[in-house]
């Protein structure tokens, strides 16, 4: 169930590099989640924030991919080879998309495993998530 910031700068990266942005990573969320396509609407969430007027980076955008701990547990691989695993399927994407978008600085890519718990809070009260 991955979360996925994508900080960027407005000059360097337009609507459409960002569009194309938010669906690779998405492509790439959903199948290394395993995930069908509706899961993969149920269950990555995408947030995307310009860099502020205070804000410094020398990137074109900043990405970090998190997700549960659980979502790395896959024996006989052990977690650091699995994130490996994952950088590279985002690199795989990323790579054609900031050269096509002929970005003169570069994509920051981060994932992150935690440990967490989701809950869905409705009118109706709250239950926890099944994942």
């Known amino acids: 169930m991955p979360l996925i910031r994508c900080d960027y700068s407005k000059e360097l990266v337009n609507d459409e590099v960002l ?25 990555i969430s995408i947030f995307n924030t310009p860099f502020g007027e205070f804000d410094h980076s020398t990137a074109a955008a900043e990405v970090e991919i998190r997700a549960r701990l659980a979502e790395f547990d896959r024996p006989p691989k052990s977690r650091e080879e699995v994130r490996k695993e994952w950088l590279e399927r985002y690199q795989a994407g990323l790579i054609p998309l900031a050269r096509k978008a002929g970005l003169t600085a570069p994509i920051i890519l981060t994932v992150t495993f935690e440990d967490w718990e989701v809950m869905v809070v409705t009118g109706e009260g709250a239950r926890p998530n099944s994942e």
Do not use: G, I, Q
Request: some cysteine; charged content about 50%.
């Open 19 to 43: 569009r194309r942005l938010n669906r690779a990573v998405y492509d790439a969320s959903a199948e290394l989640c395993r995930y069908d396509e509706e899961d993969a609407r149920n269950k």
